[in-house]
């Protein structure tokens, strides 16, 4: 089989990554998906790096076995876990994260350079996006936040209650002078209304799923992987590691549009 035709694996500790799941078949709508949600291990974000890096390669296992012509790790924490070592590891295709991508999306958008970063505990606790950002930008200002109850809210479906409201609020406490907000954890698209109805209007709201998305499709043209339009990309599969029934209900606020429950599989870690 030409490798073209084969599916993109992408992962995520559970729902976050179907946000960049559907920038990615937005930007490439004749490929075919695989999606793995490590759902019986969420969240990753509360977790040690060596940890999230283990969990990352035994996801990143799990889809190699399946056959895919790339990887996509839907996840700031396990990117900044274990990126360069999946890169390592799996030399044959290419591996891409979401934190460059995120990085260089934020870069864009800021025009005073004062940036804030809400992300997981483990994420902000790397400072990764303080040094991508710094080298790009040295005289930026970067405050960040850990924001670990988003991820809580989020698998919940309560992106848009009075709860999250007062978390939001919580969280924004120290948002002052920032002209851009950067969604560094896959799981906080979702909560973009909110988010700008409590920011002043100028503010930017950025993430990185159609930064990735674009930085997937440069790769695969590059190396001549782009599935053809005749090949009209089959059925996305999802895999999760606990839960399907869960996993479908709530899953359409993130990928926007439903998944038919024939469409997961629950999977062994
Ligand atoms: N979606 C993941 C991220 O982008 C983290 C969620 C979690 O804590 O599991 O970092």
Do not use: W
Not at 17 to 43: C, H, M, Q, W
Request: some cysteine; proline content about 5%.
């Amino acid at each position: 089989m030409n490798n073209s035709r084969l599916p993109i694996g992408v992962f995520d500790s559970g729902m976050g990554g179907l946000t960049v799941l559907r920038s990615l078949k937005s930007v490439l709508p004749n490929e075919s998906f695989i999606y793995l949600g490590d759902t019986a291990r969420l969240p990753y974000g509360t977790k040690s790096p060596e940890t999230v890096k283990q969990y990352a390669l035994q996801m990143a296992r799990v889809l190699v076995e399946r056959q895919i012509k790339a990887l996509v790790i839907a996840c700031n924490t396990a990117t900044t876990a274990a990126l360069p070592h999946l890169q390592q590891l799996l030399p044959d295709i290419p591996v891409l994260g979401v934190v460059g991508p995120g990085a260089d999306a934020v870069i864009a958008a800021t025009s005073n350079q004062r940036i804030m970063v809400f992300a997981t505990e483990t994420t902000i606790a790397s400072e990764v996006y303080q040094r991508i950002i710094l080298e790009k930008l040295p005289n930026a200002v970067i405050h960040t936040q850990a924001c670990s109850l988003l991820v809580a809210l989020a698998e919940e479906g309560m992106q848009d209650n009075a709860i999250a409201h007062e978390v939001l609020r919580h969280y924004l406490d120290n948002f002052h002078q920032q002209d851009t907000l950067l969604l560094g954890c896959t799981h906080f698209p979702v909560f973009k209304p909110l988010l700008k109805k409590l920011l002043p209007a100028d503010v930017r709201i950025v993430d990185s799923a159609d930064a990735t998305a674009k930085a997937l499709h440069a790769k695969l043209s590059e190396l001549n992987l782009l599935a053809d339009v005749m090949d009209q990309g089959s059925a996305t599969r999802y895999l999760v590691t606990d839960s399907a029934i869960r996993f479908q209900k709530v899953s359409a606020i993130f990928l926007g549009e439903s998944i038919s429950p024939s469409a997961i599989e629950v999977i062994d870690g």
